[in-house]
């Protein structure tokens, strides 16, 4: 070349054309053997066709005949010579014409022994209708994997592919590279840990921190640890981790773009979405980002390498932005590496990466004096957790209800309640330069149950003592904040757009016992944060009733006091103010799980285990009384107006609110409060009110608890009932569970069970539903355990080894072996093959009921009914062979165990390839006339009964 400034560069233009796979448009046929030819085009390589008797010794050809809608320009084989060793090919040719008389020979391929991958062959021209694939091995027989071919549709042409920028090919190749280098580098530095121990790394993110407890986990531990067993690293070591954390800030750059990027188009779009949508282009752009995060989490296995990773901040502030951007399996890996690297980085120091001033005093009494005002119910400013309380936030559902109003302006539901995620209510309102930005977006609720597990573990003082006593510290002041929120925020309009709301619900679900202690507001506390003494009710005059209501004319009153005297409409104009302090007091509580908390203008609670949340508004007027709230209001929706039928019970004209006081019980409880439960039982509910019955005892739950079957509304919305295990839930979701029953096809009685303990649903009001349920549930548990019994599986490991699931609990263990289902004639369980055959097969609520029919209802069951066990131990020929079915499938389908294994192929064969009787197992047609089983019977693809099994090996039962 001469002179860059006078040399002219030539510049060629390609163009990336896409050919469409037109393989279901091709009929293809072969030398021997057609019924396995199916195999050949399901688009997996563990299904494969082999050759058979018809040309041994002779040329083994594939022949394909192309329709006149497209014309094929690429032909595609899938040859596996490692696997199928005895079944080689070692030489293919193609041929290609118009018809079969007219090919001509166009590719002469020569394949190596251990020749693994696809074999192409490019057709010159639109007249190769017909293609024909010459194969010779070695071998008697030989075998083809998969069959795929590409062209174009006549009279549309060849479609223009989506062609890449030469930056973003050149990236591709950088990265690919960069991989290969750091995979060689590691591999010589670290030892073969890296290349040995991807699968076990991508399964332990998977997993989350349970999976770090494991065996596997353990010995990984053993091996780096053995690697690291110098005090420090070599510089060596130190230059090759410096180079993988610069390549993943640079991921993280990136990442974060495209998830900018993405938000973005779904906000001009107008359709935020809950959950993520992870296609399968994102998943390919990940694989560098994850392969990175892969060797760090291997490397993180030992003292030193946690200790050196933790001193690098710009890792731990990739690895933050990585968990709210990154796709679901680099959040998992985020997630692992952050639960090894915390215990070695101090809070100061995620704090200072953050750009968090202070951190949250750690003790816990200090946040609720009134004088303490954190900097973080400030908008823009985030306390140490709210990185990982976000992700906890963008996961939940809430329910959103204003007692005594309405529904929210613009989104009105029923009777005030609506549905509300973070991704449709905060998107909208953060800004791209907010500190607060990772609150955009949404996350997968299996990736919020593994920060949930890593708060709490923080909590505990699994990490580390210093971490345990900020987490709890920065739990309770997220919770706090509620309470130091300005009077224009606590309304519903404005409130519901906050970051402090939706980080204290995300509170409420890492809440534990000590906070319920230390934060509820047993006293008042004036602003020297000295206790305060609280006034009591004037009218009342005992000194023990507590006062909460300030009113001009008639003193201090307590809420039933002020109820009553100002009922009179010349009392309703009294100037009334709720007591500041009463305003500001908090309580706290974990009930069942579910964290709530209670302020005297909201209510909000959130379940952890469901990621469900309940936010209640109180009617209210800057803590002033008006004479709205001596309106009536309705006991179950708490709707309030002076008119109607409020204005004479407290009952509304809403049609549920009607129906729930046609059904609940009308006398008053001792303590004076109404009785939540239904009418004519034999005792009344306890107080939900935490009063104490005739026994001292009290409820587990009170009236603002959610309903767990519902979670939509609290338990004195309607009448309820305590079940035997003493847990409380509406009636009338209790009888919408059992009346829908089970999900899917096969029975299960989960339903039946407590949403809370998962003792079984036991109260008299139920008894019609529990009827025919119970006597199912005994039907299938007696055939379970003949079954079980039959097969000689009642002493198996699974029942008789200590610590095992079903240890001595062989009725759970054979209900959970096998699958039962309802016939859709006669409604009796009938056996329908292993449990895990319905999960392989991903059978889902999608199905047809009718198509359920038992044996003896079958009009393919040609067998006498045995007169001892009836149908139950019917034995069935297999649909697809001539042999004794061992397996009944997806309630329709008779396997042996070769066509069972073998399912995903011979279940696609169609019913007029399969072969004749006598077939062979995995549909392969026998020689001679005679059926193995010496029995008469329909063609191949359809079903037969046998008679009794049981009967027929009485002598092994």
């Not at 209501?549 to 201090?556: H, K, P, T």
């Not at 709230?629 to 549920?656: M, Q």
């Not at 062989?810 to 699958?819: F, I, L, Q, S």
């Not at 047809?848 to 038992?854: F, M, S």
Request: aromatic share 6%; proline share 4%; glycine share 8%.
């Amino acid at each position: 070349m001469g002179d860059g400034s006078s040399t002219a560069v030539n510049q060629v233009n390609y163009t990336v054309e896409c050919l469409r796979d037109i393989t279901a448009q091709i009929e293809l046929k072969a030398s021997s053997r057609s019924a396995m030819i199916a195999s050949l085009t399901d688009g997996s390589t563990e299904t494969f066709w082999e050759s058979g008797d018809e040309d041994r010794n002779k040329t083994k050809s594939l022949t394909l005949t192309c329709g006149r809608g497209s014309v094929p320009r690429m032909v595609y084989i899938h040859i596996d010579n490692t696997r199928d060793l005895a079944n080689k090919v070692t030489s293919v040719i193609f041929s290609a014409g118009a018809a079969t008389e007219d090919l001509s020979k166009i590719r002469v391929v020569e394949l190596e022994p251990r020749h693994v991958g696809w074999v192409h062959c490019h057709l010159p021209g639109p007249y190769c209708r017909v293609i024909k694939v010459e194969l010779k091995g070695p071998d008697n027989s030989l075998r083809v994997r998969q069959i795929k071919v590409l062209g174009e549709d006549v009279g549309k042409g060849i479609v223009e592919a989506n062609q890449l920028a030469p930056m973003v090919i050149q990236q591709k190749n950088c990265e690919a590279e960069t991989l290969r280098v750091f995979r060689l580098l590691t591999k010589q530095v670290f030892g073969k840990l890296i290349s040995s121990e991807d699968r076990l790394v991508e399964q332990d993110s998977k997993e989350g921190s349970e999976a770090e407890e494991k065996g596997e986990s353990d010995l990984r531990e053993h091996m780096v640890g053995i690697l690291f067993s110098r005090s420090k690293l070599t510089n060596l070591q130190k230059q090759v981790c410096a180079h993988i954390v610069q390549a993943i800030s640079m991921e993280t750059a990136r990442v974060r773009d495209e998830w900018e990027a993405n938000l973005s188009s779904q906000m001009e779009a107008g359709t935020p979405t809950q959950e993520p949508k992870p296609a399968e282009p994102m998943i390919l752009a990940d694989t560098y980002c994850f392969e990175l995060l892969s060797m760090v989490l291997a490397l993180s296995g030992s003292t030193v390498g946690r200790a050196y990773l933790a001193q690098q901040l710009g890792l731990m502030r990739d690895l933050l932005s990585l968990l709210h951007t990154g796709t679901p399996r680099v959040q998992r890996q985020v997630a692992s590496l952050l639960r090894r690297v915390l215990p070695e980085a101090p809070p100061q120091q995620l704090a200072n990466i953050l750009g968090i001033t202070s951190l949250p005093p750690t003790d816990i009494s200090v946040l609720t004096q009134a004088s303490y005002k954190p900097e973080n119910v400030q908008k823009d400013t985030q306390g140490i957790l709210d990185v990982f309380l976000g992700c906890i936030t963008k996961a939940l559902s809430v329910q959103v209800k204003v007692k005594g109003g309405g529904g929210l302006v613009e989104k009105a539901a029923s009777k005030g309640v609506n549905s509300i995620s973070l991704a449709t209510a905060l998107n909208t309102r953060v800004k791209n330069s907010s500190s607060r930005w990772w609150l955009r977006g949404s996350v997968p609720s299996d990736i919020a149950q593994l920060i949930i597990r890593l708060v709490k573990d923080m909590s505990m003082g699994k990490l580390s003592e210093e971490w345990a006593r900020v987490t709890k510290s920065a739990v309770a002041e997220s919770i706090m904040t509620l309470t130091k929120m300005e009077e224009e925020q606590r309304q519903p309009q404005e409130c519901l757009y906050t970051a402090t709301l939706w980080l204290a619900l995300a509170s409420l679900c890492v809440l534990d016992q000590d906070h319920v202690e230390r934060l509820s507001s047993g006293q008042w506390v004036g602003t020297d944060g000295q206790p305060k003494q609280k006034p009591t009710c004037d009218n009342h005059d005992d000194g023990e009733t507590l006062a909460i209501i300030l009113c001009s004319e008639c003193g201090n009153l307590c809420a039933e006091c002020d109820r009553y005297l100002h009922l009179h409409r010349k009392t309703r104009q009294h100037q009334r103010q709720v007591f500041k302090e009463e305003e500001e007091s908090i309580k706290v509580d974990l009930h069942e799980g579910c964290g709530r908390t209670k302020l005297f203008w909201v209510m909000a609670l959130a379940d952890s285990k469901t990621l469900k949340a309940m936010v209640e508004f109180r009617e209210r007027n800057g803590g002033k009384m008006t004479s709205s709230a001596s309106a009536g209001t309705c006991r179950f929706c708490g709707a309030s107006s002076n008119t109607g039928l409020l204005a004479i019970g407290n009952v509304c004209a809403d049609p549920e609110c009607q129906e729930h006081a046609r059904n609940a019980c009308t006398r008053t409880l001792p303590c004076g409060h109404p009785c939540g439960g239904v009418k004519d039982e034999d005792t009344c509910l306890p107080c939900l009110h935490g009063c104490k019955g005739a026994d001292g005892m009290t409820l587990k739950q009170d009236a603002d608890d959610m309903c767990m079957v519902c979670f939509t509304e609290a338990l004195s919305a309607a009448p309820a009932i305590q079940l035997i295990c003493g847990h409380v839930f509406h009636k009338h979701c209790c009888r919408n569970v059992l009346e829908r029953k089970w999900v899917g096809p096969r029975i299960s009685f989960g339903f039946s069970l407590c949403p809370i303990c998962k003792c079984e649903i036991d109260h008299p009001t139920l008894k019609d539903l529990l009827a025919p349920i119970r006597a199912l549930y005994e039907d299938v548990k007696r055939k379970a355990l003949m079954r079980l019994e039959y097969e000689g599986l009642s002493q198996c490991e699974a029942i008789t080894t200590p610590g095992a699931r079903f240890y001595n609990d062989t009725a759970g263990y054979a209900m959970n072996r096998y699958a039962y289902y309802v016939c859709y004639k006669c409604n009796k369980a009938y056996y329908g093959g292993e449990a895990r055959c319905d999960q392989e097969a991903g059978v889902g609520e999608d199905y047809d009921p009718a198509e359920l029919v038992c044996g003896a209802c079958s009009d393919v069951s040609r067998a006498q009914m045995c007169p001892k066990h009836g149908t139950d131990f019917l034995e069935y020929k297999c649909r697809y062979c001539c042999s004794v079915a061992v397996f009944f499938c997806f309630g329709t389908t008779h396997f042996c165990n070769p066509c069972h294994d073998d399912f995903q192929r011979v279940t696609n064969i169609p019913k007029q390839e399969l072969p004749h009787c006598p077939a062979g197992p995995r549909g392969k047609q026998l020689e001679g006339d005679e059926c193995p089983l010496h029995v008469t019977h329909p063609p191949t693809g359809e079903e037969f009964a046998l008679g009794c099994g049981v009967c027929r090996n009485a002598h092994t039962f």
